[in-house]
């Protein structure tokens, strides 16, 4: 999968838990994948999401075979 969503949790602290809404964002330039990780990390200025690795089936007749992914994706939710 290439889906990438960002929940605003700020209406907990008024007890509003109906307004809480996923908000669909821009996928990471690369591959779709499956199996990676995915991590938040100060990265010296502000707090990101990394998306690591991962691995993505290539079709190949008759059988699909499995690629491993060595990318890493950042997403700065302050650009």
Same mark, same amino acid.
């Given at each position: 999968?290439?889906?990438?969503?960002?929940?605003?949790?700020?209406?907990?602290?008024?007890?509003?838990?109906?307004?809480?809404?996923?908000?669909?964002?821009?996928?990471? /330039?690369? $591959? %779709? &994948?499956? =199996?990676?990780?995915? #991590?938040? @990390?100060? !990265?010296?200025?502000?707090?990101?999401?990394?998306?690591?690795?991962?691995?993505?089936?290539?079709?190949?007749? /008759?059988? $699909? %075979? &499995?690629? =491993?992914?060595?990318? #890493?994706? @950042?997403? !700065?939710?302050?650009?």
């Amino acid at each position: 999968m290439k889906n990438f969503w960002r929940l605003d949790l700020s209406p907990l602290a008024e007890g509003k838990i109906a307004k809480l809404v996923w908000e669909k964002l821009t996928p990471w /330039p690369g $591959p %779709e &994948r499956a =199996f990676n990780i995915t #991590v938040a @990390q100060h !990265n010296g200025q502000t707090e990101c999401v990394y998306v690591i690795s991962g691995c993505r089936l290539h079709d190949q007749n /008759p059988t $699909p %075979e &499995r690629r =491993f992914l060595t990318d #890493v994706y @950042q997403f !700065n939710p302050a650009l």
